[in-house]
Structure formats: structure tokens, C-alpha cells
T-cell receptor, first 113, second 114 residues
Framework: QQQVKQSPQSLIVQKGGIPIINCAYE??????FPWYQQFPGKGPALLIA?????SEKKEGRFTISFNKSAKQFSLHIMDSQPGDSATYFC????????????FGEGTQLTVNP | DSGVTQTPKHLITATGQRVTLRCSPR?????VYWYQQSLDQGLQFLIQ???????AKGNILERFSAQQFPDLHSELNLSSLELGDSALYFC?????????????FGPGTRLTVT
């Protein structure tokens, strides 16, 4: 019940395209859903996050869509650039579990020029 | 730069050995989390400390232990190392351990067990 399922495993888009990465969860106690971006050899960097009382959040070119009833959330990257090529992880946390993050499996995004 | 520092960056050691990984949280953050990233297991939570006290435990092996010191830096001790312990180990920090949402990750320590 602690799992977060992420898809697709990998994604290739052209520059300017809108890659969409999806995540699904089962545990309704999750109350915070961040997305992390990781470049090779680096630590995950917090990109954007959402709470379940909001259906959408935008920060620059990054948008999270959240569907509480379906227990799903997704990351959209507008006007994607080659510099966005990285691995993206969704995650979720519950306060009752000490704020630990449960991560999805990751999506390797490649944006071709 | 997240403000979280980890040393060493790389560590190569032999099976059966013991190593210590070090983490300094962002200034002002009281909570430290340790995660392991491997190809087969992904990013897995190991353990969390808040202001020196253990707060939560994940799938951490008995051969692994951690502590957080009065100056809030943390160390992860890995002993009786096995080949399967080879992984990236990340430390993250947050302001508190309870209603704290944002976790900031360090650059990681790459452990190779030969």
C-alpha cells in the first residue's frame, strides 16, 4: 500500500514537445506529492510539488495535474528542451510515517534537439 | 546546490569491510533522511533522524546503522559489506521531521563493494 507506480519507464520527445509522466498510488494517507529531477551523477533535485487539496499546480514550464478520486498525478513539461533530459521521479509522503518519501521507479526523459 | 553536503563522493571497498558516510544538512534543517539508490531497487528510504533522535525506519539492514550528532550532521555506518550493497547513498534534509514537506538531497556517495 506504500507503493507509487510510475510510467513510462522511458520517454523520448522532440524539442518543444510536451512529455507527460504519470504516477498512481494506493495509500490515501499520502498528503504531499513532489517531483524530483535527477541528472547523471547528481542527487535528486526538488522540481515541483502538490498537496491533494489542489488539482493543478504550475511552476514555469512544469505542471502537476492531480486526480484525487483516481489516485493519480502527472507531470507535464511544456516546451521541452534538450536540457530537460534527465530522470524524473514522482514521490509521496505521509506524516504518520515520519515524512519519509516513497518514490516511483523513475522515468528517463530524452528531449532531442 | 541544495546546501546538503555529503562525503566522500566515491568509496571503493572490499566485501566484509565497514564504511562511514557523512552528511551535513542545510543550515537550520533539523531532520536528516538517508536513501539508497540502486538499479534494481530504485530510491529506497533507509532511516530518518530528527534533532538527534531516530524518527522513522525503512528497509534498513541490521548491518547498517546511523546517528545524528548534536551539531546535526549525520553518519551512516555500513558494516560486513556485500557486493549487493554497492549503490548510491543519498542524504536529504528538511526543516522539521513532522509537518515538513520539502526534502533537499545531497550529491550522494557512490559506494562500490568489490
Amino acid at each position: 500500500q506504500q507503493q507509487v507506480k510510475q510510467s513510462p519507464q522511458s520517454l523520448i520527445v522532440q524539442k518543444g514537445g510536451i512529455p507527460i509522466i504519470n504516477c498512481a498510488y494506493e495509500n490515501t494517507a499520502f498528503d504531499y506529492f513532489p517531483w524530483y529531477q535527477q541528472f547523471p551523477g547528481k542527487g535528486p533535485a526538488l522540481l515541483i510539488a502538490i498537496r491533494p487539496d489542489v488539482s493543478e499546480k504550475k511552476e514555469g514550464r512544469f505542471t502537476i495535474s492531480f486526480n484525487k478520486s483516481a489516485k493519480q498525478f502527472s507531470l507535464h513539461i511544456m516546451d521541452s528542451q534538450p536540457g530537460d533530459s534527465a530522470t524524473y521521479f514522482c514521490a509521496a509522503r505521509t506524516e504518520t510515517s515520519g515524512s519519509r518519501l516513497t518514490f516511483g521507479e523513475g522515468t528517463q526523459l530524452t528531449v532531442n534537439p | 546546490d541544495s546546501g546538503v553536503t555529503q562525503t566522500p563522493k566515491h568509496l571503493i571497498t572490499a566485501t566484509g569491510q565497514r564504511v562511514t558516510l557523512r552528511c551535513s544538512p542545510r543550515s537550520g534543517d533539523l531532520s536528516v533522511y538517508w536513501y539508497q539508490q540502486s538499479l534494481d531497487q530504485g530510491l529506497q528510504f533507509l532511516i530518518q533522524y530528527y534533532n538527534g533522535e531516530e524518527r522513522a525506519k525503512g528497509n534498513i539492514l541490521e548491518r547498517f546503522s546511523a546517528q545524528q550528532f548534536p551539531d546535526l550532521h549525520s553518519e551512516l555506518n555500513l558494516s560486513s559489506l556485500e557486493l549487493g550493497d554497492s549503490a548510491l547513498y543519498f542524504c536529504a534534509s528538511s526543516v522539521t521531521g513532522w509537518n515538513s514537506y520539502e526534502q533537499y538531497f545531497g550529491p550522494g556517495t557512490r559506494l562500490t563493494v568489490t
